[in-house]
């Protein structure tokens, strides 16, 4: 291996200007499991690697590939350490199943074992010099070997082997700077590399530092590198499992089936498949628990009719237009509780209001008739209801429909309680009903829309009859 003295081709002002300039450039990103990934073809994203040292800019670059996403699943130091880089590169065909789960095309292959040719070629031309870190005992030196053999004029700055104690980390970093290496090559496998560089890109002077895996084995001739019509047909995994069956298995084998997974949920949330699921199990519970509960209390139905009718002749159901899910306005159906003319003697006493805030709710309201104070005591009144869930204008939990003169009262985040359909019972009413201000009704909507799901209308169903039953807030 032979090692050139430092060159420096960077004291044309022009060359200086476009550095800077291609330095700064930003990148399309695609983001696949919460990482922005390049979108940028090899070539020249490796002269943009080239600029980078050229303008003095410092960066950490590292690769991304289906293994990598596996690792940083379980392990937050080494998920933050990606986070933390200036570039991620796509590495694999994992990347573009996973973009094309996701709806998008997928980023083009960046991987290190293709790119690292151009990087070569490039800092030969531009008088970088590449310091080389990782592998077992000689295969950093092999790697070396051939870069110096298939471009000559490269400067190998330095190589060392991935075995090194602590107390030797030190004088190893002070010999990369002694190097004045512009690229720093660091290859001791996923997470421990990328753990390495966060831990000391502080202590390193070389503009750029990048993680890159195996690569040196492959150069060194340690593990053969698979055909190129393997490698074209995007199967040069299956090459490396066949290579090292007994190490790779795991990783290959179960890493893979675990990342498609996780890939495949992932793109089913950002497809809006999840939530399209949510909806249609919500509004099929709603159809069968609204249909059995009809059928189950018909009784009750047929003797709260009776005895409003015979208290005073007047209508047994209610039909009040109340609004909706995103502001619509529907016609709401109710157990008559109160006298004919209630509305006409609301205005009269909306001073006498005993609830803070919009609503309005008075605990011995004089417009309720007799029957009407038991019905409301135990929540018979809202039964009706049930037609409106199986109509599709409510649902069985959700926020309570409000009327039109409260909404018009409604100010800033109030608005929020509209974004869902509105129920018969919600998080509030199995929590103290009326005796809960309405700005704490609001957060508990709010609450309640953000996370609504099957799970959670079930236990707040299985809440409401012991809420019912307790007559809390109950007038």
């Known amino acids: 291996m032979k090692y050139l003295p430092k060159r420096d081709f960077r004291l044309i002002p022009g060359a200086v200007v476009s550095d800077r300039l291609e330095a700064g450039r930003k990148w399309p990103t695609i983001r696949l499991f919460d990482l922005p990934l390049v979108c940028a073809g090899r070539r020249e994203m490796a002269r943009h690697i080239l600029a980078r040292v050229g303008a003095d800019r410092p960066s950490t670059i590292n690769f991304v590939n289906a293994h990598c996403i596996n ?51 490039e800092a030969e031309e531009e008088g970088t010099g590449i310091f080389l870190l990782g592998g077992l005992p000689g295969v950093a030196d092999g790697a070396a070997d051939w870069a110096a053999y298939h471009f000559p004029a490269l400067r190998i700055a330095g190589t060392q082997s991935g075995f090194f104690t602590p107390e030797e980390e030190d004088a190893l970093i002070e010999r990369i700077n002694r190097s004045h290496a512009g690229i720093v090559l660091v ?36 593990i053969p590198r698979a055909p190129a019509m393997v490698r074209a047909c995007k ?14 298995a795991k990783r290959y084998i179960q890493g893979n089936a675990t990342f498609l997974a996780h890939a495949a949920m992932i793109a089913a949330g950002e497809r809006g498949l999840f939530e399209q699921l949510n909806v249609a199990g919500k509004r099929a519970l709603d159809i069968v628990v609204a249909g059995l509960a009809v059928l189950a209390l018909l009784p009750i139905f047929i003797a709260t009719a009776l ?74 009144d809202e039964l ?48 103290g009903r009326a005796e809960i201000p309405f700005e704490r009704q609001a957060i508990m909507d709010r609450a309640y829309l953000k996370r609504t799901n099957v799970w959670v209308d079930l236990k707040l169903l299985f809440c409401t009859p012991r809420a019912v039953l307790g007559g809390r807030g109950a007038f």
């Open 71 to 121: 690792q940083q699943r379980e392990d937050a130091q080494y998920r933050e350490a990606l986070k933390a880089s200036d570039l991620l590169l796509p590495d694999g065909v994992g990347m573009e199943i996973a973009a094309r789960l996701c709806g998008t095309r997928g980023p083009q292959n960046l991987n290190g074992t293709d790119l690292f040719p151009m990087l070569c070629r």
């Open 235 to 248: 199967s040069e995994w299956m090459w490396r499992l066949a290579m090292e069956p007994r190490r790779m």
């Open 307 to 380: 005895s409003i009718r015979l208290e005073d002749k007047g209508p047994v159901l209610f039909r009040q237009t109340r609004i909706g899910a995103d502001g619509a306005p529907f016609s709401m159906i109710k157990f008559r509780s109160m006298y004919i003319d209630s509305e006409e003697r609301r205005k009269a006493l909306l001073s006498q209001s005993e609830r803070a805030g919009i609503c309005f709710k008075m605990r011995n309201d004089p417009r309720i008739t007799r029957t009407g104070r038991f019905i409301r005591r135990f929540s018979i």
């Open 187 to 222: 290859g001791m496998g996923v997470p421990l590399q990328e753990k390495w560089i966060a831990r000391n890109r502080h202590r390193i002077t070389a503009p750029v530092v990048m993680g890159v895996g195996g690569l040196f084995d492959y150069y060194a001739g340690r």
């Open 384 to 431: 009706p209801q049930l037609f409106n869930v199986l109509g599709g204008s409510m649902s069985l939990v959700g926020p309570r429909p409000a009327l039109p003169s409260e909404v018009a009262a409604y100010r800033g985040s109030h608005w929020q309680r509209l974004a869902g359909k509105p129920g018969i019972t919600c998080t509030w009413q199995v929590r």
